[in-house]
C-alpha cells in the first residue's frame, strides 16, 4: 500500500468510448503524474501537474485528456482511443520540487486498459 | 541528451546466486540516480537512490554505487531470493523529470 489509489484497475473499451481513469493520493503531496507502461518500452511521462497546474505535457495525443481538480485527484479522460493505446497507466504523486531532483514517487497499483 | 541504458531481461538466476543488472547513463551536469522495483501486478516502488557521485543506496540487501568516472549505477545483491523476482527500473533524475531505463525482468528459480 503506497497512499496512492488507482481505479478501475482493469478497463476494456472500444475505440468509440470515452471513459475516465481516477487517481487519488493522500500523502499531502502536490505534484501528480501520469505515465504509460507499454510492453518492452521505457516508462513515457505523460502528464504532471504541480500545484493542480500542468506544468508538463509530452505531446500527448488530444485523445488523452487530465484532469486535476484539487491536489488529491487526478483523472484521465479518454475518448477515441486506438488499439495502440492499449498499456497499464500509472499514476504517481510527489512533494512538490521532489519528484524530479529527488525521484521519490509514490506510485499506483496502475490501471490495465485494453483497447479493442 | 539524458538517456538511461539497462541490460536487457530476462535475467534468471537461482536462489542465493549473486545478483548484478548493469545500468548506465549519460547526462550533463550531476544528476540523481534510483533504482525501482515492480512486482507482479503492482506499481513501481523506490529501492534505493544516490544522489552524488561514489555515493552507495542500499536497502532490503540491494546495493548500487554511483560511479561517475564509468557513468554507471550497476544494481547488486550478494544472495537473491525467488521473492525478488520482479522488474526492475534504473532512472536518472533532472530537471524535474525521471528518464527511465527500459527496465530488466528479474527471474529466480527455487
Known amino acids: 500500500e503506497t497512499g496512492v489509489t488507482q481505479t478501475p484497475r482493469h478497463l476494456v473499451m472500444g475505440m468509440t468510448n470515452k471513459k475516465s481513469l481516477k487517481c487519488e493520493q493522500h500523502?499531502?503531496?502536490?505534484?501528480m503524474y501520469w505515465y504509460k507502461q507499454s510492453a518492452k518500452k521505457p516508462l513515457e511521462l505523460m502528464f504532471v501537474y504541480s500545484l493542480e497546474e500542468r506544468v508538463e505535457n509530452n505531446s500527448v495525443p488530444s485523445r488523452f485528456s487530465p484532469e486535476c481538480p484539487n491536489s488529491s485527484h487526478l483523472f484521465l479522460h479518454l475518448h477515441t482511443l486506438q488499439p495502440e493505446d492499449s498499456a497499464l497507466y500509472l499514476c504517481?504523486?510527489?512533494?512538490?520540487?521532489?519528484?524530479?531532483?529527488?525521484?521519490?514517487?509514490?506510485f499506483g497499483e496502475g490501471s490495465r486498459l485494453t483497447v479493442l | 541528451g539524458n538517456s538511461v541504458t539497462q541490460m536487457e531481461g530476462p535475467v534468471t538466476l537461482s536462489e542465493e546466486a549473486f545478483l548484478t543488472i548493469n545500468c548506465t547513463y549519460t547526462a550533463t551536469g550531476y544528476p540523481s540516480l534510483f533504482w525501482y522495483v515492480q512486482y507482479p501486478g503492482e506499481g513501481l516502488q523506490l529501492l534505493l537512490k544516490?544522489?552524488?557521485a561514489d555515493d552507495k543506496g542500499s536497502n532490503k540487501g540491494f546495493e548500487a554505487t554511483y560511479r561517475k568516472e564509468t557513468t554507471s549505477f550497476h544494481l547488486e545483491k550478494g544472495s537473491v531470493q525467488v521473492s525478488d523476482s520482479a522488474v526492475y527500473f534504473c532512472a536518472l533524475g533532472s530537471n524535474y523529470q525521471l528518464i527511465w531505463g527500459a527496465g530488466t525482468k528479474l527471474i529466480i528459480k527455487p
Open positions: 504517481a504523486s510527489s512533494r512538490p520540487g521532489q519528484g524530479g531532483n529527488t525521484g521519490e514517487l509514490f
Open positions: 500523502l499531502g503531496h502536490n505534484a
Open positions: 544516490a544522489t552524488k
